[in-house]
């Protein structure tokens, strides 16, 4: 956990500094276009000024206008979301291993200098094939079935380990677009409330109440797309990683096996 707090403040702190140097750089182009348009015509001043007003500005504004409550919920599961997505992403393909060319060194390493080449070869390795490569080999003289079943008891750790937090990340992409129905549903009662105390249905008392409940919705559900894409991601990494483990794992037996006939 200690790694994905450390994620979730360097995100937190990137993104106040992207969002002030954004603003910095919307500021000047802002009063530069307000100083040409002055210049050509006094009318067309308002007008230039919002056309030139920035995405940022724009995502901002609606924050606002969605409500601090339910809108600093949302943006709150998109960061520890990302936070914990970006922690699984970096140590997913720091696991990655290039499980052939390990293959060969250790069954070179065994050929050559015996089980302990073998299994310094798997230490001076990172990732989760190497790990269960130094496990089977640590068995290898008590024979092949107990070589075996500590490689596929240690690659459920592994994979265990692979999995760690992902859960959170699916919690959240539940989670963000049912605050935002959650507002809508609040905002909707809000805007009725608004109608029964006039007694008349004037667009004015309900405007806002509605406009509440639409940017709940569309920002949480677009958290949860963004999550979402990460997630499948981390998903596809992971079964890829454990293709590779149990195909290392076959290999491994199969070295054990040519190993233990030449002894």
Do not use: H
Request: net charge negative; charged share 20%; with cysteine.
């Amino acid at each position: 956990m200690k790694r994905v707090f450390s994620i979730l403040g360097l995100s937190m702190m990137l993104l106040i500094g992207g969002l002030n140097v954004q603003e910095a750089n919307a500021t000047v182009f802002s009063a530069t276009t307000a100083v040409v348009a002055v210049q050509d015509e006094g009318a067309d001043a308002v007008m230039d000024d919002a056309d030139t007003e920035s995405f940022n500005q724009q995502l901002k504004k609606r924050f606002i206008e969605g409500g601090p409550v339910f809108m600093g919920i949302i943006l709150l599961c998109l960061i520890l979301g990302l936070a914990v997505a970006i922690e699984r992403i970096v140590f997913l393909n720091l696991s990655t291993t290039n499980t052939k060319k390990l293959a060969q060194n250790v069954e070179d390493a065994l050929n050559n200098g015996g089980v302990e080449e073998a299994k310094e070869v798997c230490r001076n390795t990172r990732g989760p094939v190497a790990s269960i490569y130094y496990q089977g080999l640590d068995r290898a003289d008590e024979g092949l079935e107990a070589a075996e079943k500590a490689v596929v008891s240690y690659g459920g750790v592994q994979m265990g380990q692979m999995e760690k937090n992902v859960s959170w990340i699916s919690l959240f992409i539940a989670l963000a677009p049912m605050l935002g129905f959650m507002g809508t549903v609040i905002g909707m009662i809000d805007a009725f409330d608004k109608i029964e105390a006039a007694g008349d249905m004037e667009p004015s008392l309900v405007a806002r109440g509605i406009k509440i409940a639409l940017l709940t919705t569309v920002f949480g559900l677009v958290v949860a797309i963004i999550l979402q894409v990460f997630y499948n991601y981390i998903i596809a990494k992971i079964d890829s990683i454990v293709n590779d483990m149990e195909d290392a794992s076959i290999n491994l037996m199969d070295i054990l096996f040519d190993y233990n006939k030449k002894k």
